[in-house]
Nanobody
Framework: VQLQASGGGLVQPGGFLRLSCAASGSIFSIKGMGWYRQAPGKQRELVASITNGESTNYADSVKGRFIISRDNAKNTVYLQMNSLKPEDTAVYYC??????????WGQGTLVTVSS
């Protein structure tokens, strides 16, 4: 499985970005997809996830601001990020989980929130 993430960039505080992650290859038995992020000097943390049954989970720090969604026809997961804060600055990594397999990861896309 290959994951191609896109949509990162520089945005001012209070702004918005939409990340996309398209999966290709041997896509079967998917359990879920989602996004982690890693800020400089910090551990990687889960931002949001969505299961095959469309159940979603969010980090407390992004609840009410970020929305995760999937387009199963396109094998793509999205992360709509609103009301961005400087502390959201990080490299964002998408992942895909399959039954009985280790997760697959995208290459990361940098989000910088700064005035």
């Amino acid at each position: 499985v290959q994951l191609q993430a896109s949509g990162g960039g520089l945005v001012q505080p209070g702004g918005f970005l939409r990340l996309s992650c398209a999966a290709s290859g041997s896509i079967f038995s998917i359990k879920g997809m989602g996004w982690y992020r890693q800020a400089p000097g910090k551990q990687r943390e889960l931002v949001a996830s969505i299961t095959n049954g469309e159940s979603t989970n969010y980090a407390d720090s992004v609840k009410g601001r970020f929305i995760i969604s999937r387009d199963n026809a396109k094998n793509t997961v999205y992360l709509q990020m609103n009301s961005l804060k400087p502390e959201d600055t990080a490299v964002y990594y998408c992942y895909l989980e399959r039954v009985g397999r280790v997760p697959s990861w995208g290459q990361g896309t940098l989000v910088t929130v700064s005035s």
